[in-house]
């Protein structure tokens, strides 16, 4: 999540590797609509669920076989951390993504490194959660809404929806580039404008929505497991002020920092219903790190 994106990359780009079938993807895609059920978007899937499962699960020990990883087992970092992520994994288990929450082997890991501001939820349920977001996250609640939104990004299937659209994007480039040279014009030239064309008309605004998607979705799952949904602005106001300077919006692969709050604000009526209904969650602050 938030600034870091390596593990959904890794990921994305592991399911890429494997797929050699361009055609037959394209044709599983085309045939592999989804709707979201909150958001109601349709969603081109071409992955089987058990095979980004499976990704997922080797992503995850690749991450934690490294030998520059360290695990934590300070019980002032574990406890908070999976004491959040079980209240968040019970309200999947009951929400509209129930059926695959259930389905997910759940794994819950801190991982001592306080210079990385980062968290993640990979399919299987297979979550990390590094020390460095804690002075980001400040509270139980704030941690939360973190990882609300990235058990979101593994519930919704945002991985694999990428990389369909990957598949997509690159048969709509093989097709440009053959036309082009039955035109006789330059093949390669059309391949790169056709490639910059669906990075940025089609591939990163889709990334921007799943994005969006798992503010508003883990927003409100966050709710449902007891936590002051308000604390995701806060976590967002903060980020803004420890991070440097972003790229145009239209580049990015995520919404602007004011556009988030923007947008958590419009869906905070929605979720501070949910909360006033909810068993309200015990909140403490997370332990500092790096001796402060």
Known sequence: MLQSVSLMALFVNRLLRQSTILIASVLMILSGCETNPYTHRHQLLAVPQSYEKNLGTQSYQQVLSDPKVKVSHDPREVEPVRRVADRIIQAAKQSKYAET????????????????KNAFALPGGKIAVYTGIF????????LAAILGHEVVHALARHGAERMSQGLLAQAAVVAASVGAASQGFDPKIAQLAGGALANYGFILPYSRKHESEADYIGLLLAAEAGYDPQEAIHIWERMEAAGGRQPPEFLSTHPGHGTRIHQLQEHMPEALDLYERAVRAPVAELPPIGGR
């Open 135 to 142: 002075p980001i996250a400040k509270n139980e609640a704030g």
């Open 101 to 116: 929450a259930k389905a997910f082997d759940w794994e819950v890991t801190v991982i001592k490194d306080d210079a990385t």
